[in-house]
């Protein structure tokens, strides 16, 4: 039952990150509610529905990002897959490493993201790029804690 109340918090989650997330923008960015299902599903639950949940938060994504439809599609379970194959050799059990390893998972996305828009003919500048992923990244690794605090009694009901 606590896998169809995350994903009901993953639309939540997706909805408050194009909607109210706007009014709290730092220069520009905003944190990635969705990653930061992704990677608690990743952690928290088997590699099928975790899979699954991956898929649908980057449906979400592109649904409500202007990025080219389906990037998130597959860029969300490859890091699924990641994360759930690392989490089986490093323990993350406390909120500081699931901080740092949403905080790499979102600058690698990033990156990704701006090399598939860079191989598609649609380069960004890499500086800029940067400079916004890197930005995104903190801003999204100092939500964790607040957003795992209202998650987690969904995780572990």
Same mark, same amino acid.
């Given at each position: &039952?606590?896998k ?8 939540? &989650? ?17 944190p ?5 299902? &992704?990677?608690? #599903? ?24 202007a ?30 490493? +699931? ?14 993201? +701006? #090399? ?14 940067? +400079?916004? #992923? ?6 999204? #690794? ?16």
């Amino acid at each position: &039952m606590k896998k169809w109340f995350f994903l009901l918090i993953t639309v939540i &989650m997706g909805l408050l990150q194009v909607s109210v997330l706007d009014y709290f923008k730092l220069f520009g960015v905003k944190p990635d509610l969705l990653l930061i299902c &992704m990677v608690l #599903a990743s952690l928290y639950f088997e590699l099928k529905w975790a899979l699954c949940l991956s898929i649908f938060a980057g449906i979400l994504k592109d649904i409500f990002s202007a990025n080219i439809f389906g990037i998130n599609i597959l860029l969300f379970p490859l890091w699924s897959f990641i994360i759930i194959k690392l989490s089986k050799n490093i323990p993350v059990d406390n909120n500081v490493i +699931r901080t740092l390893l949403i905080f790499l998972v979102v600058i690698l996305n990033n990156i990704f993201i +701006r #090399a598939i828009f860079l191989f598609l003919g649609k380069p960004i500048s890499w500086g800029v790029s940067l +400079r916004v #992923a890197s930005l995104e990244s903190l801003y999204t #690794a100092l939500v964790v804690p607040l957003a795992f605090k209202i998650i987690k009694p969904f995780i572990y009901s």
